[in-house]
């Protein structure tokens, strides 16, 4: 296989979608793919929800983060959206080198393919 790097960009705050950015994340990272996950739009807003033990991605949002996928989140939209402090205080960085937002040509040079949801 030729590129074994992939970043998911998942922009939806729909969580029945999201979950699908969770599972392959995890499935691209135990298969040595390095699946990182990057939250933009309106999917930084799952990071409050999911971070309550209650919440059924509650549990595949911890596995996520213990891996070391949740790369990062967009600083702007987390901003905008009011989400930052918690995004923060959940350990994941808020990157911002396009405008604010997680530029993809970044992830590009450095020889990631980009997945977006």
Known sequence: M?????????????PLC????LLN???LHE??????IILEGEAVTLVPE???PGHFLSSLYQKAK???ILHAACKACSIKLKVEKEIEKEGIPLIGDMSGHPSMGN??????????F
């Open 66 to 68: 213990s891996l070391g």
């Open 25 to 27: 994340g995890i499935d």
């Open 107 to 116: 992830f590009i040079e450095k020889g990631y393919q980009i997945i977006t």
């Open 2 to 14: 030729e590129n074994q790097k992939k970043v998911l960009f998942a922009f939806r705050g729909d």
């Open 31 to 36: 298969r040595g793919q390095e699946g990182l």
């Open 50 to 52: 999911m971070s309550k």
């Open 18 to 21: 999201f979950i699908h950015v």
